[in-house]
Nanobody, 124 residues
Framework: VQLQASGGGLVQAGDSLRLSCAASGSTFNPFAMGWFRQPPGKEREFVAA????????NYANSVKGRSTISRDNAKNAQYLQMTNLKPEDTAIYYC??????????????????WGQGTQVTVSS
């Protein structure tokens, strides 16, 4: 599976942003999809994940209440809507496909097929 993330940019604190991830290649529909981010100088961290059937979503505490993950299986795409952005949200954001159907696996090792990342920079 090849993944292409887009939608990042330079925004101000309090702004909103919608990240998109387009997938192509092997069938990934049975599996959960997710987003990770890597802040400058830090390790990659889990942001959010969603099951195939949309009914199950999982968010990191740092973005819970400010972000919404969604997916469109017909378009082989997933999205991350982020609101009330904070400077600490500054990171490269990566989309990925999980090895699992559950969105509650949060380790990077639980995911395969990573996109190239899109930069999100939030100024104060």
């Amino acid at each position: 599976v090849q993944l292409q993330a887009s939608g990042g940019g330079l925004v101000q604190a309090g702004d909103s942003l919608r990240l998109s991830c387009a997938a192509s290649g092997s069938t990934f529909n049975p599996f959960a999809m997710g987003w990770f981010r890597q802040p400058p100088g830090k390790e990659r961290e889990f942001v959010a994940a969603i099951s195939r059937g949309f009914q199950n979503t999982n968010y990191a505490n740092s973005v819970k209440g400010r972000s919404t993950i969604s997916r469109d299986n017909a378009k082989n795409a997933q999205y991350l809507q982020m609101t009330n952005l904070k400077p600490e949200d500054t990171a490269i954001y990566y989309c990925a496909v999980s090895k699992c159907t559950s969105p509650y696996y949060e380790s990077a090792g639980d995911f395969v097929s990573w996109g190239q990342g899109t930069q999100v920079t939030v100024s104060s």
